[in-house]
Structure formats: C-alpha cells, structure tokens
C-alpha cells in the first residue's frame, strides 16, 4: 500500500482547512479525500458528509502499522448507519477504531488488503458521556473514554470497583474485549449494588448497535434481558456498537500501597503460607497487583484498600496516573532498549535490574508508596507514553482458594524456564510478569432482568463449577522484536492450557497475545478453529455457548461487513 510520507501528512493539514465547507473534522495529520495529498483511489459512492480521510494505524506495542489507511468519523449514529449500508452496497468492510490500545489483529491484521476496508473512528464525535444519578447510569457514545465516563461518574458520587488500568481505552473497544480490572472481594466485604468484580461488559444495561433488520442495516437497542444482547457483549469487533447504558455503584475512596521489598519466593508462596505473601494481602483487601521485572528477586507489588478517610501516613492524589517514572523511560533504560531491538538480548538482565531500581527511586521520589483518593485516581496508572511491550499469557479460571496454587506454580515454571534458557545464552523475554486477579461476570450483579453473562468473556462463570468464581490474570511482557520470544510465549500458553485443568481453566485475553506460534501470536490454527471455540462450549450450555454467538454476529450482521480476514478465520 503507498505510503504518506511526514512533509505529506503535514501538508495534508493545510489541504484539511481548505476543505473544511464540505469535510468537517478531517485530523491535522490525515490527508482528506479529494486532496492532492491523498494516495489511494477514493472508496466509489461514499455516503457525502462523513469526514474521509487517509490516516495512520498504530496499535499499542507498534507491532501492527499500517500508513494511508482510509478512515472516516461518523457524526452521528445514524452516520454509521449510512456507512453500514454503502458498505454492504459496494462490497466494503468496515473497522470502528477507537483508541488503538490492543495487540490483536481484531481492527485490521498485518499484510492484510485493504483496498476495501474502511476504519470508524469514534472518538472524534461519538464520545458523549451523561449520568442518570437518579437510575445510578451512565450513558456513552462508542468512542467515549473509560476515565471521561468515570469522572462524570465521580461528579455524581459514583464509580465502578473494577477498572483497567489504561483509561484511554474507549468504552465500545473496551467492551469488545471484556476489558477488566483487578479486585475480588476482600474477607468479609459487602458487594456495592451496581457494581462488578468481573469484567465491564458485565455493567451494560443496554446498548444500540447498527445490525441488519431483514432489508437494511438499520440501529437496535438491545435491553440486557434481550438473549441476543449477550455475545454483543464480548464481540470481538464482529458487531458496531454505537452507544451503551451502564450501571455503576456508590464511588469509593482507596487508599493503595506499594511494596518493593518482599522476594518472590515470598510473595508467590503455597497456599496458606506464613509471611507477606500475594494470597495473604488478596484476602485482606481484595485488589492486588505484582509487577515482577525479569532476572529480580523483589517485585513490585500494589495493594489498593477500601479506605473511606484518609490515613494519617498517605498522600492524597486528586488524579490519575501517579507514577510518572514508570510513563517516562529514564536514559538508561532507552539506551537498554536500542541494544535490546538491535538484538542484543544478553542485557536482558541489566533491563529488568534498570526497571526494578527506577521504579524503587521513583516511588520514593514522588511520594508514591501510600497514596490515597478517589477510586479512578488509584486505578488509572497506565498512560500512552508507557513503555510499549508487547504481552502473552491470560486468565486462569478457578477457585478462590486456588488462586495462591496458581500463582505459586507458574512462578516456579517461569523462573525455572527462564533460568534455563539463560544457561544456553538465550533471553528470550525481557520484560516483567504481571499477576492480578478479578471476579467472574456474575449474574447476581446485574441491576436490571439479565438474559445471562457475555456469552464470550474470559470471566463467563462455568455453571459446572460453581465454585469457579476467580480469574487468575498471568502476563508477561517482552520488547517487540525480541529473538525467541513469541516461541517461548507458545511454549507458556501450551503449559498453561495443559496444566490448569481439571480444577482450573485457562483462557486468553482477548486484547493480548495468545495462538502463538515460534514465530508470531495469532497463527496457531488449532487453537484458533479447536481449542478456542471448545473453551467456550465445556460445561455452558448450547444455548449460550461459542456456536450461539457466531450464529447471533451473522444474524445480526449476515454480510460480514464487521469482519476482517483474521476473525473470518476465528468466528467463521
């Protein structure tokens, strides 16, 4: 595909103003259809009003980068509607584009034509955010940001208790993947009315999409209790939604701790161990993070606590994102980073000891170790100036008093793999473990009638096993490019899948890396056409299993113009 170059795209800022009469909101950085700037023969017959321009695609670890791609930001709902149908008349897909923070294929897939495939950004007018305080809701255009929804809910004393980390991330796409956070209840918590501690797709009252009506592309609102709403819930981007209801919760104040000094034999110790471990901090606050930085003895461990007044010890935050060191690479780690995507992979261990010793410096820098604030204040850590890694593992699903078995075990596998791998010279991972845990899409936190949990989400509950009720998140993190180690993220996933059965299941993360093959994720047929599909139809009954929600996609969308060639290989 051709490509435009920086002086085009700058240029094509100028060619934007003047086309302003007829091309509202066309980006500073695209270059409008019709321009002398714009590279690609216009899409025939696009509906006349809707900004198109051409536009750089970038997901969030750049490991899929496409230039002059044709995208377009729909006004209006019914905009999107009119896309819907010139695409189905003229033989074109369509891709809602939101913040462009995942990993997976699902938007657009590398290598992949795409002459006849146009991008929906909807953040740029669909991003409306109102709170019904008297229904405990929030109502959000597709493209509205998780933090924007979630400070309009503060301003009216409410919130939710689990949330992502990156509050960038748009409702729709956050949707699409079952974006989660990182709280179970804590030893004798009471649940918030309205709120989850499984994933966001599990607060959805209702939503409106753009689905065939018999004739025509036509927008449907959905009500919670309707059975067709539930695979819309975890779509993985084979359905346009345009907007969402949500319920939320009474908003609380967290008070969240860092500690960087307990070994990780110590804090990913066997179930009931003495001393300062993951399960005992679990069980006592409910929301826990470890960040373990490759070849160090002392992760980094978060630990947020229901905290209504403000200790005496904490510092009071009155926003998000706290921890500037770690959205801000010091020099050294930058110049680590050069050898590392050189193929210099022997520094690996210089990285992680760079990493754990900015992070400690930082925390005591800033004042960071014992912060206290609004929920979203504390949750919110992830911004876009974040180191860019990229990320293999999932959840494994099972008991809450499995959850120290299952941390302790894959600590064990991991250090011994890795341990290995560095006696025969390789370092194929360089970046951290991330550990956390959530609960599953219970039913019972549903507000409204429920026709049941997203058919697709990691965190479905198995009705055979009811006491299943913790998703147990292990990630690991590397630099893009590393030689070896997508194969040893293949090597992780078929573990995992092996190990944790029988009193455990394992499931990807839908926005993070997993079908790995040596030499990339997503490109392991068997798991895409068999293994996946069958997570899904164990112990759930037909009538909401994987079948159900492909039926669901193609009779809302039979023309497949919400598909890419990745998901026509993953939801056939």
């Not at 981007?237 to 949500?246: D, I």
């Not at 399960?279 to 993070?289: A, D, H, I």
């Not at 699903?397 to 600590?411: E, L």
Request: negative net charge.
């Amino acid at each position: 595909m051709p490509e435009l170059t920086r002086r085009q795209f700058i240029a094509a800022g100028a060619g934007a103003v003047a086309l302003t009469s007829v091309m509202r909101a066309v980006p500073v950085d695209a270059a409008p259809s019709g321009s002398s700037d714009a590279t690609l023969p216009a899409p025939p017959n696009f509906p006349p009003g809707i900004p198109l321009y051409q536009q750089r695609y970038q997901n969030w670890s750049k490991e899929i980068v496409r230039d002059a791609v044709w995208t377009c930001s729909p006004t209006t709902p019914d905009d999107v509607v009119a896309l819907a149908n010139w695409a189905h008349a003229n033989g074109y897909r369509i891709r809602p584009r939101g913040a462009m923070h995942g990993w997976t294929p699902l938007t657009i897939v590398n290598g992949e034509n795409l002459d006849r495939i146009v991008l929906v950004d909807t953040t740029v007018h669909l991003n409306g955010v109102t709170v019904d305080p008297s229904a405990s809701t929030v109502t959000a255009g597709a493209g509205a940001t998780i933090e924007a929804m979630l400070q309009q809910l503060e301003d009216n004393g409410l919130g939710w208790v689990s949330v992502p980390a990156p509050g960038v991330l748009t409702v729709a796409g956050a949707l699409a993947v079952d974006a989660h956070g990182a709280a179970v209840p804590a030893d004798g918590e009471t649940h918030t009315p309205g709120t989850t501690y499984g994933s966001l797709s599990n607060l959805v009252t209702s939503l409106t999409a753009v689905v065939w009506d018999g004739t025509a592309y036509a927008l449907r609102t959905f009500d919670r209790s309707d059975p067709e709403i539930t695979p819309l819930l975890t779509h993985l981007g084979r359905a346009f939604l345009t907007s969402v209801t949500m319920q939320a919760g009474a908003n609380t104040r967290l008070r969240c701790q860092s500690y960087t000094d307990i070994p990780w034999r110590e804090m990913f110790s066997a179930p009931a161990a003495s001393g300062r471990t993951f399960e005992s901090y679990l069980n006592r606050t409910g929301r826990v993070e470890a960040i373990w930085y490759p070849f160090t003895e002392n992760p980094w461990l978060k630990v947020w606590s229901v905290s209504p007044t403000k200790p005496p010890e904490s510092r009071e935050v009155n926003g998000p994102y706290n921890y500037p060191f770690s959205d801000n690479l010091p020099e050294a780690a930058s110049d680590l980073i050069v050898q590392l995507t050189a193929g210099n992979t022997f520094i690996a261990p210089a990285f992680g000891q760079v990493y754990y010793g900015t992070t400690v410096a930082g925390l005591a820098a800033t004042g960071s170790s014992d912060m206290w604030g609004w929920a979203k204040d504390l949750q919110f850590y992830i911004k876009p100036s974040t180191l860019l890694l990229t990320e293999g593992g999932g959840a494994v699903i099972t008991s809450r008093g499995r959850v120290a078995q299952v941390i302790h075990d894959f600590a064990e596998w991991f250090h011994e793999r890795v341990t290995y791998y560095q006696s025969i010279g390789q370092y194929p991972i360089n970046g951290p473990v991330e550990i956390r845990c959530c609960g599953m899409d219970d039913p019972a936190d549903v507000v409204v009638d429920s026709a049941g949990p997203p058919t697709i989400s990691a965190m479905r509950p198995r009705p055979d096993h009811p006491e299943w009720d913790t998703a147990v998140w292990l990630n690991v993190l590397g630099v893009p490019g590393t030689p070896g180690m997508f194969a040893f993220y293949r090597e992780m996933e078929q573990w995992m899948r092996a190990y944790y059965t029988g009193w455990a299941t394992f499931r990807p993360e839908w926005s993070k890396g997993w079908a790995f093959s040596a030499e990339l994720p997503y490109q392991d047929r068997t798991v895409i056409g068999t293994t996946l599909p069958n997570t899904y139809r164990e112990g759930v009954p037909t009538s909401e299993n994987w079948d159900t929600a492909r039926a669901t996609f193609d009779s809302l969308d039979p023309h497949r113009i919400y598909s890419n060639t990745f998901i026509d290989q993953l939801l056939p």
